[in-house]
Structures are given as C-alpha cells and as structure tokens.
C-alpha cells in the first residue's frame, strides 16, 4: 500500500516548487507513495508554468481529498502568498515565513497521522532562520513525534 509523503514546497521564492514540480513529473514517484505538497496552490501553478509541465494543481484541505495520481499535483494549500507577493530570487520575511509554515504544517500532519512521512523541499537558509529549524527539530525529537525525514518515497 502507497503511504502518503507529505513534501513541503520549500522557498516560495525560491528554486522549491519548481524543483517540487520536475520531481513529481515521474510517474515512478507515484507507483511508490502518494505525494501531498504543503504550500501555496497559486506559487506551484506558477512553477508549473516555469518548467513547463503539464499537470493539474488540485488544492485540498485535507490529506485524505487527494487524489494521488500522475498528472494531478494534491496541494495542501495554505493560502499565504500570491505570486504577486514575491519577487523571483529575492530573500524576504514573507517568504521566509511562509517556509517555516508550511514545515510546521507538515510536521503537524505528520504528528496526527495524517500524513506517513515528511520530505523537506528547498528552503532558503537566510530567509529562513535556521535557528527556527534547529529548535523545531529538537522539540520535535524530545516529544517523540516519531516524524521520519525522506530522501526518497520507497522505504
């Protein structure tokens, strides 16, 4: 049975969703788990226009409305930042923040079941703080969340 990998969209501003996107254009990716990105619908569908992939951006507020096929991008989306909030390539707050938000997101559907195993994407280490990361991780190791970090979707 294909587990549910919940992948954030990393760096909103950054190379992330597009690196998000070229990924899930293999449909090995889709044979192996059912991959949910965390982020904001409206950044990925601009990614997807970056890398020219043909694909459906399907946003979802919950783990279990995803569909999970090739073709179909399931988005948890959380609605924080438009493309017209960022600049391509520029470091800021915003997008920053939204990083952080969306890791925290997956960790929570993580730490509820929701989703079997996370995956980091792309995240800007300056707009970012890595001492935000650095923390959540060490709270999350002490409250045993059991959260399992992937380089890849088959186990």
């Given at each position: 049975?294909?587990?549910i ?6 760096d ?11 990924a ?16 904001d ?26 569909l999970?096929?090739?073709?179909v ?15 391509i390539?520029?470091?800021?707050a ?9 890791v ?10 929701k989703v ?15 001492m ?8 999350l ?15």
């Open positions: 049975m294909r587990k990998l919940g992948i954030t969209m990393g909103p501003a950054g190379v992330g969703p597009e690196i998000t996107v070229k899930l254009q293999d449909p090995k990716v889709y044979e192996s788990c059912k991959p949910l990105v965390v982020g619908a409206a950044i990925l569908e601009r990614a997807c226009g970056f890398v020219g992939a043909k694909c459906t951006i399907h946003p979802v507020a919950d783990p279990s409305e995803g999970y096929e090739h073709g991008i399931d988005i948890l989306d959380l609605g924080l930042l438009r493309p017209e909030d960022l600049a390539g520029q470091v800021s915003a997008a920053g923040d939204a990083a952080f938000r969306y925290r997101k997956v960790i929570e559907l993580a730490m509820d079941g079997d195993a996370t995956e980091p994407s792309g995240l800007s280490k300056t707009g970012a703080s890595t935000a990361f650095a923390v959540a991780a060490v709270l190791l002490a409250a045993g969340a059991g959260v399992v970090l992937l380089r890849r979707c088959a186990e």
